[in-house]
């Protein structure tokens, strides 16, 4: 049996390779060595400073693969930390890992902290203006993303880390030249899960995040423009006083500790955010419908991609599965619904149990990247106003075991209303000025007319124009980013679409334990 009681993580020196674009990230723990490697698609020429800034946080931020083994009390790196860097990495090693510790029963976990030298913040430099980098995961919310960048004519990258054969079939269906980069855990770390180790979830987008961020900078390419969704940041449940979060790398919070860090650490401003961040899971399903070149490809399950079977897409059994059949079922015939996953779920009467979770009648939510209890249980009442969904049996059986209290509190216009907190960078007058770090849109419970187009300083007068977007200055390009992107997203979002129920701010679903 293996000895898991482990003191310490630490970071030896790290070491890149520009022929080859092969990082080696090597992690001590306790007497265990490992290294990590990560291949970054090459370019001629010297990695910048900003590069080596970003290699450094991926360094930090990716031992959590090595700490779960044993989740020592310690983690030390010599590697001096702004403090931006600093609470970045305190939040990954404690929230991030909370899921971890929730199933392990370490509740020491949740207050760690890492032991670093201290450095100055660095002078950040935006890098909004070039092409952005657009991570692509398979399923409908990067697919939205990387659409919205370009019918604004941003003229974007696909990327991913590792990309499997569902991934590759998005980008060809995208018709997009994509950039890729590789990932490869040490070996020792699956001989130690054999004999015994700890193991559980960990903050892989986090991980994920920052190699797009190094791939960005290391070919003068733009921000990173992420695809989480505003119900990522709502957690599964509370535990110890703790909330726990599947998606915590995804969620709101984690996307302002890596802009800072990133900032602070390397000088990058406005080098990541997520443009999906004021929608709801229900809204970006409704975008996605709208977009059929992808329906032969797109997949959200995560057990289908380890089946190595193109013709298997969806496993029809694991409750992402159920969320994105329950999502998109109102804004699509079920005909093509079926064909795109293979299998009508809401016919199934063996789903009932799986569904009864989504929408908090039964358990907590699922510890996966599924939409808020709320908009399930909208998704829901749509279903129950076709006539095409009203009678499937699931449907039928759901709506008669969901209380009046829940039919009460779940708005549309809460759910089809974007808000929150965002990072996404707003369009100015002005294109001089800097836009705040972070802007709080607040949802308008009872609008029902359509967001109008913003009107900054790249809107477009002619539909067939596109920007010299290498001409204009980078204060401008950074508010262009987001002003052409979100404008493709809101002329079509429109909640008027649906009765605007008179509805309350979102409250997320939460078990205490």
Known sequence: MLDTSFRRLSFPALRFDPATGVAEL???LDGLEFIETVTFPAVDGEPSAAFGKVLELLHLVAGVSYFKVGAPPEITTTTPLSPAAAALLDAVYTKGMAEYAYRNDLPHVLSLSVTAPAAPPATPVSVAGGRPLSPVGGGKDSIVTLEALREGGLDPVPF???PNWVIQSVFAASGLTPLAARRRIDPKLFDLNAAGALNGHIPVTAINSLIAVATA???????VVMSNERSASDPNLVWNGHEINHQWSKGVEAEGLLREALAAQAGLADAYFSLLRPLSELHIARLFAEHTRYDDVVTSCNAAFKLHDASARWCGHCPKCRFVFLAMAPFMPRARLVAIFGAD???DETQIPGYKE????????PFECVGEVEESVVALSLLRDQAEWAGAQVVSELAAAVPDTAWAEAARSDVFTPGGTSYVPQPSRDSSSRRPSGVEVRSATRATSAPSA?????????SA???KWHLMEPAKRASCTAERATSALAVRARP???RADRGREPRPQRIVV
């Open 496 to 498: 008027d679409r649906f």
């Open 217 to 223: 900078v290391l070919h003068g390419l733009g921000p």
């Open 160 to 162: 991913a880390v590792n």
């Open 345 to 347: 779920l809401l016919a």
């Open 465 to 467: 124009q596109r920007y």
């Open 26 to 28: 090597p992690y001590a």
């Open 358 to 365: 989504l929408l908090g009648l039964d358990g907590h939510k």
């Open 454 to 462: 913003p009107r900054g300083p790249c809107r477009r007068t002619r």
